[in-house]
């Protein structure tokens, strides 16, 4: 199972909208709604911020969404923050055959 | 509160084993299915292995099957990682977290290191 792909870096000034595309098969982001995405921060764990494709976590800010066409999921930032530069990584259930679960190539966030 | 404390990292020689420990508390360990996830230094996330809550099912990556094994005590509230033959592109810091009904990762540890290296 390959990793999904992510582009590595997008970018973005202060108050603006990003999106991060996470593209993957038809067996795994293509089959089923179980797209999640996490935050990084260097050195520290991950944190989910959306999950089931479109659904937030309590306490994650609304101005995360996410979404899917096909086989490829995105995540939105709105009105980009400081505090959200970081990597994110999308991640889908891949069905219990061989990998279960497939992370993204990962997106470093910048905000400049 | 949910806590994820993995333990057992360090340094081992390629062809060595390594047994990772993850402790869990706050919640009903017994309850949860529960993954390893790792990430090499600078590098993306890898899932490595899952087990279900009452470890009747197991499933690893293509680039460990055969070599780990994940296993877990619910009486002890501990998760396990058995690594043998290992390689130096299985270094990294490995992470246990917790899944949810939604398949989504809601809990990590803080992740331990593992460096192979001769």
């Known amino acids: 199972q390959s990793a999904l792909t992510q582009p590595a870096s997008v970018s973005g000034s202060p108050g603006q909208s990003i999106t991060i595309s996470c593209t993957g098969t038809?067996?795994?982001?293509?089959?089923?709604?179980?797209v999640s995405w996490y935050q990084q921060y260097p050195g520290k764990a991950p944190k989910v911020m959306i999950y089931?494709?479109?659904e937030r976590p309590s306490g994650v800010s609304h101005r995360f969404s996410g979404s899917k066409s096909g086989n490829t999921a995105s995540l939105t930032i709105s009105g980009l923050q400081a505090e959200d530069e970081a990597d994110y990584y999308c991640?889908?259930?891949?069905?219990?055959?061989?990998?279960?679960?497939?992370f993204g190539t990962g997106t470093k966030v910048t905000v400049l | 509160q949910v806590y994820l404390v993995e333990s057992g990292g360090g340094v081992v020689q390629p062809g060595r084993s390594l047994r990772l420990s993850c402790a869990a508390s706050?919640?009903?360990?017994?309850?949860?299915?529960m993954h390893w996830v790792r990430q090499a230094p600078g590098k993306g996330l890898e899932w490595v292995a899952v087990?279900?809550?009452?470890?009747?099912?197991?499933f690893y990556a293509d680039s460990v099957k055969g070599r780990f094994t994940v296993s877990r005590d619910n009486s002890k509230n501990t998760l396990y990682l058995q690594m043998d033959s290992l390689r130096v592109d299985d270094s990294g810091t490995y992470f246990c977290?917790?899944?949810?009904?939604?398949?989504?990762?809601?809990?990590w540890g803080q992740g331990t290191l593992v460096i192979v290296s001769s």
């Open positions: 038809s067996s795994d982001v293509g089959r089923y709604d179980l």
């Open positions: 087990i279900s809550y009452d470890r009747t099912s197991t």
């Open positions: 706050g919640f009903t360990f017994g309850s949860y299915d």
């Open positions: 977290a917790r899944v949810l009904a939604t398949y989504s990762l809601d809990h």
């Open positions: 089931k494709v479109t």
């Open positions: 991640c889908s259930y891949a069905g219990r055959r061989t990998d279960d679960y497939v």
